[in-house]
């Protein structure tokens, strides 16, 4: 509220504003305003602010100041004003009625109440501020006194009448009214009365006296009437500072009530209140949408009705208070997880009331907690199982390279071993498997070689798979070299049992390398296994199926087999290599009917070199490419030269790496070769080891080949795995019986050996056979008994250069004798 200026004005508004503006139901609080009175110097003066008496002296000097008082509501003023101007108006009636009473005529009567009906009228006035219509209003009231003392005579009785009439000017607690009441009576008494005594004071009394006395009752009034107005005000003060202070808090109060209304009516969970024997007394819009009842359906029905689990307790002030989860129910009969949160309501004297409930539906929440709780074991079973595909071979489940260096690295920095052993082991022929039936047959053949090796090693060794067909074993805390030789011989043992896949079986071997540590070993797990592959890499060249302990010499003995890789490589441009040839006979006729192509090496600084000695690097190094094609082409050669010295046609028959068939290059060569030579590709023929012919790689070579007429043999059969409806599939012509199925014929125990097994074989898919390692007439006799077509061996000549086979040919004899 805007506090009204203050005004020493004795007939200025108190609020300084007009009277018929609206106030408000409080009043202001308005700073005090001393207005001060100076009577003379040295005289006492009584100051009294706002109401409260306060005796000041001032350097000698007391100030009397009247309380300023309180603006009221303009409702409150104008009751208090309605109530002096009645009391005006029956004094209006009352003083021309004293007059003719007092034997005044009606005229003197009238004239007499002229003063007083103008101050009426002014106090009347609407368009004047409070200021002037109050202190009218107080003039009004002191002149009626003031006429009744005069139409009495100066009677003292009538002087009374001021003191009866002075407290309606207190009325409007405000300085201005009762100023001018307080001068009138000075004036009146002091003034008129010495001037005018007979019109004041009886006229029997002496005036000075009467003066005196008069003014004495009228301070004292006026006195009575401050102590009053004081007593008022401070009490006023008082009530409207409680009120004020109450209206604060009621309205703090409506304002957080209103807040937790709004928040009540707004909030999406249910908020229920039910008095202790459990009767809804309350319901928000959050449980008509959660429950489905309208408030008007349930308020007064018991709380029974909303509970789906264990039943509710006569007295629900027993339930414990904080938060639970209870089943609840809908309208439909629906049942779902609720979260109530109980609180119990107390009355001022602490006594329980009832109980409110918030209920909110966590359905969902535990829904989703569930499958947050599967999703983790989930997460945390992928996390095993990554960390399990981390540190293990996907193929064989074996450890991976990681998990080997692992444990490698902490077996080497345990100083309490004596020795570790690192054992690598590389399969032989694995490509073979690859090659002949599909990577899928090699896959089965690498999971059962990993089973085997994880029973053939020591329940605290690792075996792991580094990739391909490579496998390393570590062996912790060992005796000495011989004991894992003991180990590794084992492992190889194991590897020769078949591998049975579907109809088929797969043998193959392997070659083991071994390195130990020593005492103060300082080689990482990289130096162990390069020195373990290099023994493995020294027992795979020394005949595969071996088993070899690195030792340092070892290096020497790579360096010497990479310096043969380097020779080979120059053999072909530089014409070290020969091809010899090993005659065929028709067993049937004794004749020769064809020959195989050998290749050997004829080196300048190592003599002649065996193919043993030189093939499976040439094999492992890739130099095969080069010498196939060399030998292919000095084959064709031979073949225009004997035909153009007049020798029968002989089938030429050789070897090939089965690399050549998967790569596709092999017929492209053969057909090159034959054209620069003038031959017929017909009489070519390409032996093709048996693991190798009925691999879906190598068939498609096969039949590429076989397209440009030239023959197929499968060479050693018996020896590798095969499947026979794919041989039967494939464009075949010829079959070879290995030399040891040869080696263990006799004349007299033929039948029921591999060789009549192989022979029955080829009859039964026309395809001929040929007999290779014949040396002995015993075996010729048994491959004649059990139908053989042809044979090769040293009985009938060992590969010998191409003017040696003319010789043999032209002297038209049979090498054998003919049956």
């Not at 012919?693 to 197929?712: N, Y």
């Not at 139908?787 to 049979?814: I, K, M, N």
Request: proline share 6%; hydrophobic share 45%.
């Amino acid at each position: 509220m805007t506090q009204p200026a203050g005004n020493t004005g004795a007939l200025q508004d108190a609020e300084g504003v007009p009277p018929d503006r609206p106030r408000g139901l409080l009043p202001p609080v308005l700073p005090p305003l001393r207005p001060v009175l100076p009577l003379s110097r040295g005289r006492a003066v009584l100051a009294l602010p706002r109401g409260r008496a306060m005796l000041a002296l001032p350097r000698g000097r007391a100030v009397l100041a009247l309380p300023r008082g309180r603006a009221m509501p303009f409702e409150q003023w104008a009751a208090h004003h309605a109530f002096v101007l009645r009391t005006l108006t029956v004094l209006l009636l009352a003083v021309p009625a004293y007059a003719l009473l007092r034997g005044h005529g009606p005229v003197a009567a009238v004239l007499h109440a002229l003063p007083l009906l103008a101050l009426v009228l002014v106090a009347r006035t609407g368009w004047l501020n409070r200021s002037t219509r109050a202190g009218a209003a107080a003039l009004g009231l002191m002149t009626t006194a003031a006429l009744a003392v005069q139409l009495s005579g100066g009677a003292t009785e009538a002087h009374f009448l001021f003191f009866a009439l002075l407290p309606l000017a207190a009325l409007y607690a405000a300085r201005a009214p009762f100023l001018l009441a307080i001068a009138f009576v000075a004036v009146h008494h002091f003034v008129f009365g010495t001037l005018y005594p007979h019109a004041v004071f009886d006229h029997h009394a002496a005036p000075l006296p009467m003066a005196a006395l008069h003014a004495g009752f009228v301070l004292l009034e006026s006195w009575a009437c401050l102590v009053a107005w004081r007593r008022f005000d401070d009490r006023r003060e008082h009530v409207e500072a409680l009120v004020a202070e109450r209206t604060a808090e009621l309205s703090a109060q409506r304002d957080e009530l209103a807040g937790l209304a709004a928040v009540v009516q707004s909030t999406a969970d249910a908020v229920v209140t039910a008095t202790p024997d459990g009767h809804l007394t309350s319901w928000n819009p959050g449980a008509e949408r959660l429950y489905g009842w309208r408030a008007a359906e349930v308020l007064g029905r018991h709380a029974s009705l909303l509970s789906a689990g264990e039943p509710l307790p006569d007295d629900l002030t027993t339930l414990p208070t904080g938060t639970m989860e209870r089943r609840q129910r809908r309208r439909d009969g629906s049942v779902f997880d609720g979260l109530v949160t109980l609180s119990t309501i107390r009355g001022d004297d602490g006594t329980p009331t009832g109980v409110a409930a918030i209920t909110r539906d966590i359905t969902g929440r535990k829904r989703a907690e569930v499958q947050a709780h599967a999703t983790a074991r989930m997460l945390e079973q992928q996390a095993g199982e990554l960390a399990h595909r981390a540190l293990h071979d996907p193929l064989t489940g074996l450890a991976n390279r990681a998990l080997m260096q692992d444990r490698l690295e902490h077996a080497l920095a345990d100083r309490r071993a004596r020795r570790h052993a690192v054992l690598l082991l590389d399969l032989d022929d694995f490509k073979a498997v690859n090659d002949g039936a599909g990577h899928e047959a090699g896959d089965a053949v690498l999971s059962a070689v990993a089973r085997r090796l994880e029973c053939s090693v020591r329940p605290a060794d690792t075996v792991a798979r580094l990739g391909g067909d490579e496998f390393v074993v570590l062996m912790e805390d060992v005796e000495g070299s011989c004991d894992v030789v003991t180990v590794a011989e084992r492992l190889l043992r194991a590897l020769r049992e078949p591998v049975v896949w579907g109809d088929e079986r797969f043998t193959v071997g392997g070659s083991v390398g071994v390195t130990l540590t020593d005492a103060g070993d300082r080689r990482g797990m990289d130096d162990l296994l390069r020195d373990a592959d290099l023994a493995m890499y020294v027992a795979k060249s020394g005949g595969k199926n071996r088993v070899r302990v690195f030792e340092r010499g070892m290096r020497e003995e790579v360096a010497a087999q990479d310096e043969l890789v380097r020779d080979l490589r120059a053999a072909v441009p530089s014409g070290e290599l020969r091809v010899l040839y090993q005659p065929q006979v028709d067993l049937r006729t004794g004749a020769v009917t064809g020959v195989e192509a050998l290749a050997r090496w004829q080196s300048g600084s190592r003599g002649w070199v065996e193919p043993a000695g030189f093939i499976p690097a040439a094999e492992a190094t890739g130099v095969i490419d080069a010498i196939d094609d060399w030998v292919i082409g000095q084959a064709c050669a031979q073949l225009r030269s004997w035909d153009a010295a007049g020798l029968p046609e002989l089938r030429m028959a050789v070897n090939v790496s089965p690399r050549r068939l998967a790569t596709g290059s092999l017929a492209g060569s053969l057909a090159a070769a034959a054209r620069s030579a003038g031959v017929d590709p017909g009489r070519l023929e390409i032996e093709v080891p048996e693991a190798v012919a009925s691999g879906p790689d190598a068939a498609a070579g096969i039949r590429e080949v076989r397209a440009l007429g030239v023959h197929v043999a499968i060479d050693d059969f018996g020896t590798g795995s095969s499947s026979l409806s794919r041989l039967q599939d494939l464009p075949l012509d010829r079959l070879k019986i290995d030399p040891s199925s040869v080696a263990l014929l006799a004349a007299d125990a033929a039948t029921g050996s591999l060789a009549d097994a192989v022979i029955a074989l080829g009859n039964s898919l026309g395809l001929e056979v040929v007999a290779e390692g014949v040396e002995q007439p015993a075996q010729l006799a048994a491959l004649r008994a059990l139908g053989c077509d042809a044979a090769q061996g040293h009985l009938f000549g060992s590969p010998v250069p191409p003017d040696a086979v003319e010789r043999l040919v032209r002297t038209g004899r049979p090498l054998v004798a003919v049956a």
